[in-house]
C-alpha cells in the first residue's frame, strides 16, 4: 500500500496543511472565515467520535468483565490495571515536580506581563475558580468513590462526562453475567457483544473522516488562539514559553522514556512497533484533546496494530480513559509550582507533597474531556493555599499545552493495555510488518460462556 494511503500520514498531513492554512487565515484576518466554514467539519469529527464512546465503554467493558469467567480473574486483571496505572500517574506528578523544580519558569514572567495576563483571563478564571470552589465544598475526602455510583444511569449515559459512572455500571452488569445461569446470561450477552461489533465499524467510518477533521480541528485552535492579530498571540506564547517548555519537556520524557523503559521491561514489543502503531491515536488525541474521544481509536489500534486481546483491551482501555490522567497530572504539578512561582509564594516540601496526592486523585476525577484538568487544577491550587485566580496566567496556552498532554494520557493507556495483555499471555507476537489488516484475538474456548 503506498504510504500517502495510510491512516496515519493522511492524519499527519491533514495536521500540517491545518496549521499552515490557520497561521494564513490568522495572518489575513480570516478569523471568521474558519469559524464559520472550516471549524464546523472539527466539530462534526469529535461529535462522531463522543458520539460512540458511551456505546463502545458500555458494550466492550461488559463483554469484557463477562468474558472473565470467574471473579478472581477479573480481581486480578482490574488489580494490575489499576496498580499500574497509580504507579504511573505518580512517577509522572514527580517528574512534573521534578522539572519545574528545575527550570523555576515562574520566574521569568515580568510582573507587567502577569498583570496583563490575569486581567485578559480574569472572567474565565472567576468561573473556574466558582465552579472549583463548589467542587471543594461538596467535595470530602471520599467523594470521588461517591461520585463513581450514579443514582441514575441514564442521566449518566447522556453525557460523556460521567463516563466513570458508565464504567462502574458496565462492570456491575459484566460481573451479574458472571453470576447468573449461562442459559439466563447468553442473551444479555450476545446483545452487547454484537454492539460491540456495530461499534468498532462505525469506528472505521468515522475514521475515514479524520484527515479533514484533524485539518478543521488545528486551524481553528491556531486562529482562536491568534484571533485577527497573531502579534499578540506570539507575544504571549513567547512571555509564558519557559512554562511551555517545562510542561513539553516533561510530556516528552514521559512519553519517550518512561513508557519505553516500561515496554522493554515487561513486554516483548518492540518500541518502534509500538509507536508506529498507535500514532493514529495520538495524532487524534492531539486534534481532539480528549482522550474519551479518542478511545475507539486507542482501542482498533491496540487490537489490530499491537496484537492486545479483545479481552484486555476492552476493560483496560475505557477504564484508562477515565482514571489514568498521567499528561493532565504532570501538567497539574507544573502548572500549580509555576502559579505560585510567579506570585512569589514559596512551595514547601509537604506543599508539594501535597500536589503528588491530589494530583493522583484529581486525575480520577478528570472527565476525559478538554478543559476538564482546568478545573481540577484549582482544586489543586485550594488545596495549597495558592489563589486561585492564579490560573489565569496559564488560559493563553493553555488549549496548546492540552493537545500534547492528551497525547500522553493516551499513550499511557496503550502502555498499559500491553503490559497487561503481555503479563496475562494475551498479547500476540504478530510484528507491525507482519499484522494483517485486522487482528482479533478471541479469548481460549474453554473460557468461553457455554
Keep these: ?15 500540517v496543511l491545518g496549521v499552515a492554512f490557520g497561521i494564513a487565515a490568522a495572518i489575513g ?11 464546523p467539519f472539527g466539530t462534526i469529527f469529535i461529535n462522531g467520535l463522543k458520539l460512540i464512546a458511551v456505546p463502545l465503554v458500555l458494550a466492550s467493558l461488559i463483554t469484557g468483565v463477562a468474558s472473565l469467567s470467574d471473579l478472581r480473574k477479573l480481581s486480578r486483571i482490574g488489580g494490575k490495571t489499576i496498580g499500574i496505572y497509580l504507579a504511573t500517574t505518580a512517577v509522572a506528578v ?3 515536580l521534578v522539572v519545574v523544580n528545575v527550570m523555576q519558569p515562574g520566574h521569568f514572567i515580568p510582573s507587567g506581563l502577569r498583570d496583563q495576563l490575569m486581567a485578559s483571563y ?8 466558582a465552579t472549583a470552589g463548589a467542587t471543594v465544598e461538596t467535595r470530602g475526602p471520599l467523594q470521588f468513590l461517591v461520585d463513581m455510583v450514579p443514582d441514575n444511569f441514564f442521566a449518566s ?17 459484566g460481573i451479574g453475567l458472571v453470576q447468573v445461569p449461562a442459559e439466563k446470561a447468553r442473551p444479555l ?18 475514521m475515514k473522516m479524520a484527515p479533514l477533521g484533524v485539518f478543521a480541528l488545528i486551524a481553528s485552535t491556531i486562529t482562536s488562539v491568534a484571533g485577527s492579530d497573531p502579534t499578540e498571540a506570539f507575544g504571549l506564547l513567547r512571555g509564558l514559553g519557559v512554562y511551555s517548555a517545562a510542561v513539553l519537556i516533561g510530556l516528552l520524557i514521559q512519553t519517550v522514556v518512561v513508557y519505553p523503559v516500561m515496554l522493554k521491561a515487561f513486554t516483548p514489543v518492540g518500541i518502534r512497533d509500538f509507536f508506529v502503531g498507535i500514532g493514529p491515536a495520538q495524532l487524534v488525541a492531539f486534534s481532539t484533546s480528549s482522550s474519551g474521544a479518542t ?20 476493560f483496560v482501555l475505557p477504564l484508562g480513559a477515565t482514571i489514568n490522567m498521567d499528561g493532565t497530572a504532570l501538567y497539574q504539578a507544573v502548572a500549580a509550582v509555576f502559579i505560585a512561582q510567579a506570585l512569589g509564594m514559596g512551595l514547601t516540601l509537604g506543599a508539594q507533597g501535597v500536589i503528588v496526592l491530589t494530583a493522583i486523585l484529581a486525575s480520577i476525577g478528570t472527565a476525559a474531556v478538554p478543559g476538564a484538568g482546568v478545573i481540577m487544577l484549582v482544586v489543586i491550587l485550594e488545596s495549597i493555599g495558592v489563589p486561585a485566580a492564579g490560573v489565569a496566567l496559564i488560559l493563553g496556552v493553555d488549549r496548546l499545552l492540552d493537545m500534547c498532554r492528551t497525547v500522553t494520557n493516551v499513550t499511557s493507556d496503550a502502555t498499559v493495555a500491553v503490559i497487561v495483555a503481555a503479563s496475562e499471555g ?5 510484528t507491525l510488518s507482519e499484522a494483517p489488516d485486522r487482528i482479533r484475538i478471541t479469548r481460549p474456548v474453554e473460557e468461553e460462556i457455554p
Aim: aromatic share 6%.
Design 189 to 206: 450477552l450476545a446483545f452487547f457483544e454484537s454492539l460491540n461489533e456495530v461499534v468498532i465499524r462505525l469506528v472505521d467510518l468515522i
Design 295 to 314: 478511545l475507539p481509536v486507542t482501542m482498533e489500534r491496540c487490537e489490530e496494530k499491537l496484537g492486545v486481546s479483545e479481552e484486555v483491551s476492552s
Design 426 to 430: 494475551q498479547l500476540s507476537p504478530v
Design 29 to 39: 484576518g480570516q478569523a471568521a472565515l474558519v469559524a464559520n466554514w472550516v471549524a
Design 157 to 173: 449515559a447522556s453525557s460523556n462526562g460521567n463516563m466513570l459512572q458508565v464504567v462502574v455500571v458496565a462492570i456491575l452488569i
Design 1 to 15: 500500500m503506498p504510504w500517502y494511503r495510510t491512516a496515519h500520514w493522511q492524519i499527519i498531513l491533514g495536521l
Design 94 to 96: 514527580v517528574l512534573g
Design 122 to 129: 480574569a472572567d474565565v478564571a472567576t468561573d473556574k475558580a
